[in-house]
């Protein structure tokens, strides 16, 4: 479920809070490059027991990328690409292409406004690889790149639901095209 979170006068709508999205200028003092999108922040949910075939349950960041999480728990996937994992694929932690995050994406964890200096990695190693990787995504600023479209979005998580309750939660806000 999206929020669009836009200011009037200096003042936050819709409930949502703006984060790390910066203004035009980048790290350097100029203005930021067309692919990196500084533009308003925005909300996805994901809530327990949420269809993740189902758009309204999906992040369509652009055609290429689409982002959501199985019932059963394990990394966001691209649905646009990626099968949604199962149960056994998760267990065996190798079977499944989008087990170490969504398939054309790189992640790194820093500051939109560095986005054109960090080192990019798949999401799991970014998270520091093994087990209950994903447990830190919480509250960290990351940056993804979108290959196909070459583009760069702020993502900072604020929930991830987490074993057999967690069932394929996750909330996060992302910057959008400017």
């Known amino acids: 479920m999206l929020k669009q979170v836009q200011f009037v006068g200096g003042v936050v709508l819709a409930g ?61 996937y691209n649905a646009a690409v990626d099968n949604e994992p199962t149960a056994e694929e998760l267990m065996t932690d190798k079977d499944w292409s989008a087990i170490n995050g969504p398939s054309g994406t790189e992640w790194a964890i820093g500051d939109l406004n560095d986005a054109l200096t960090l080192d990019y990695d798949n999401l799991r190693a970014t998270l520091g690889n093994g087990q209950g990787a994903f447990q ?43």
């Open 136 to 178: 830190s995504i919480v509250g960290e600023s990351l940056v993804v790149h979108l290959l196909d479209d070459d583009v760069y979005v702020g993502v900072t998580f604020s929930e991830w639901g987490m074993g057999a309750a967690g069932k394929g939660v996750f909330v996060y806000e992302r910057t959008t095209q400017p």
């Open 16 to 76: 949502a809070v703006l984060v790390g999205c910066g203004d035009d200028d980048s790290s350097s003092g100029g203005p930021a490059p067309s692919n990196v999108w500084n533009g308003p922040t925005i909300e996805f949910s994901k809530f327990e027991d949420a269809d993740p075939t189902d758009p309204e349950n999906q992040d369509r960041i652009t055609d290429n990328v689409i982002i959501t999480r199985s019932l059963v728990g394990g990394p966001i």
